[in-house]
């Protein structure tokens, strides 16, 4: 059921609606979510189907034009796409301004919002061309600057794109590859990447792409809200959930203490959650945590690392929540988040890159949901307050 306020903004009411659990900032056509049956869709396609039958740079194309692409449509897309791979040589000095150990996280905020000083011939907000060269120039650079941004925390040189290989393999081969050794990417780990891509490249309304909608909105540079996307993205409750998903299994350490942090997470008074368990919108399973379960299986026995420590806790701990009452009752799944950090790391991604992953996928969310927010009717975003301070008082006379 929808109430539509708007009339009665101008009046002086307004809803007051914490957290916005029921409050829609926008119209979408891009995604479709029935947390209850646990139903994502991307422009009618349900996301099982794209992960299992389609690619990233295809769903790429999907959420920016709203339909599949043609086979022509699709090589030309993927062409266009290859050619914006490059950073501007001059980024690549930016990274010397970071300590080796800081956050991936802190370095993509920088570095991205730095593009927004660059590129400054397609930045008319009302071109529906240069809004579509801004796409390609994120969806492109992404993986060069996530793939920089590990390399430099190793100490390594940074690895230029390889535009004959596909969007997955050219990341892997930017992170593992070395100017003086060969790297053979494997595809069942370039497949497994893809399928992360997918299942992270859009969840309508979360808290970085209501940023993203929202600073974009005041018609800012698209490269700084895309930061602004990234910034928001970083916290545990939102995309650090797969970083602190892997942080959580090391801290339970063996699979004899699982009880001990299961009782933890149901304290009232004990701030502690299971990360990787719950969602705002899903209160059934999360469909992209099937897909990314299954992947995470073929991910381990292509790997024959099945009995990987870590690995067991988290079987174990997905088997003991999922029959535990307090989560069976609060309907407490576990999401995307618990899966994929697995599979990263079975990869050999380092934890603290995890988010970054997450970034580098959702970019096409963020991007598409401020193309949408720009080639409709709009408005800045202006949410409403409800002031608890004090009423009217005289300043102390002295
Ligand atoms: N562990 C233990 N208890 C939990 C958890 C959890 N992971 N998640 C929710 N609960 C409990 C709450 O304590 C609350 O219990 P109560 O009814 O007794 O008070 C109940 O379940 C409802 O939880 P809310 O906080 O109301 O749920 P909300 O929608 O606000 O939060 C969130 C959703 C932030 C995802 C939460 O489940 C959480 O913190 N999960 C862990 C972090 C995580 O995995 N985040 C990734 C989200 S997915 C994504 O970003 C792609």
């Not at 009995?307 to 003991?320: F, G």
């Not at 989560?327 to 991604?349: Q, T």
């Given at each position: 059921d929808v109430?539509?306020?708007?009339?009665?903004?101008?009046?002086?009411?307004?809803?007051?609606?914490?957290?916005?659990?029921?409050?829609?900032?926008?119209?979408?056509?891009?995604?479709?979510?029935?947390?209850?049956?646990?139903?994502?869709?991307?422009?009618?396609?349900?996301?099982?189907?794209?992960?299992?039958?389609?690619?990233?740079?295809?769903?790429?194309?999907?959420?920016?034009?709203?339909?599949?692409?043609?086979?022509?449509?699709?090589?030309?897309?993927?062409?266009?796409?290859?050619n914006h791979t490059m950073v501007h040589e001059q980024m690549s000095h930016f990274f010397n301004g970071f300590r080796r150990d800081a956050h991936p996280m802190a370095i993509m905020v920088a570095c991205v919002g730095a593009l927004s000083a660059f590129y400054h011939d397609s930045l008319d907000i009302n071109n529906a061309h240069h809004r579509e060269v801004c796409a390609y120039r994120l969806i492109a650079k992404m993986p060069t600057l996530a793939a920089m941004c590990y390399k430099y925390s190793i100490g390594q040189p940074f690895m230029y794109p390889r535009n004959e290989l596909s969007y997955a393999e050219n990341f892997l081969h930017m992170m593992f590859a070395t100017p003086c050794g060969e790297y053979k990417v494997s595809p069942t780990l370039a497949r497994a990447m893809d399928k992360i891509f997918v299942l992270h490249a859009d969840h309508e309304q979360n808290a970085s792409t209501s940023t993203v909608r929202l600073a974009g909105s005041s018609g800012a540079n698209p490269f700084a809200c895309?930061?602004?996307?990234?910034?928001?993205?970083?916290?545990?409750?939102?995309?650090?959930?797969?970083?602190?998903?892997?942080?959580?299994?090391?801290?339970?350490?063996?699979?004899?203490?699982?009880?001990?942090?299961?009782?933890?997470?149901?304290?009232?008074?004990?701030?502690?959650?299971?990360m990787g368990f719950g969602h705002r919108v899903y209160r059934n399973f999360d469909p992209r945590a099937k897909v990314m379960k299954q992947t995470c299986d073929e991910v381990l026995a292509e790997l024959g690392?099945?009995?990987?420590?870590?690995?067991?806790?988290?079987?174990?701990?997905?088997?003991?929540?999922?029959?535990?009452?307090?989560?069976?009752?609060?309907?407490?799944?576990?999401?995307?988040?618990?899966?994929?950090?697995?599979?990263?790391?079975?990869?050999?991604?380092?934890?603290?890159?995890?988010?970054v992953i997450f970034a580098l996928s959702r970019t096409i969310g963020w991007i598409s949901h401020w193309n949408e927010f720009h080639s409709s009717p709009n408005k800045i975003g202006r949410p409403r307050q409800l002031y608890t301070g004090p009423k009217f008082r005289d300043y102390p006379s002295k």
């Open positions: 109430i539509d306020v708007r009339p009665l903004t101008g009046q002086g009411l307004f809803t007051y609606d914490p957290g916005f659990v029921s409050t829609a900032a926008c119209e979408s056509k891009l995604t479709y979510i029935d947390g209850g049956k646990g139903i994502l869709l991307h422009g009618g396609y349900p996301i099982e189907q794209l992960a299992n039958h389609s690619d990233y740079l295809e769903v790429c194309y999907l959420l920016l034009n709203g339909e599949l692409p043609t086979p022509e449509e699709k090589e030309e897309f993927v062409n266009i796409v290859s895309i930061a602004a996307g990234i910034a928001a993205l970083w916290g545990p409750a939102h995309g650090g959930a797969n970083e602190a998903v892997l942080v959580m299994l090391e801290e339970i350490g063996d699979e004899e203490n699982i009880p001990e942090f299961i009782e933890r997470a149901k304290d009232p008074n004990d701030p502690f959650r299971l690392i099945e009995n990987d420590p870590l690995l067991k806790i988290a079987k174990r701990l997905e088997q003991i929540a999922l029959e535990d009452e307090y989560f069976v009752e609060r309907k407490l799944y576990p999401n995307v988040d618990f899966y994929s950090g697995i599979i990263l790391k079975a990869i050999g991604i380092p934890t603290s890159m995890f988010t």
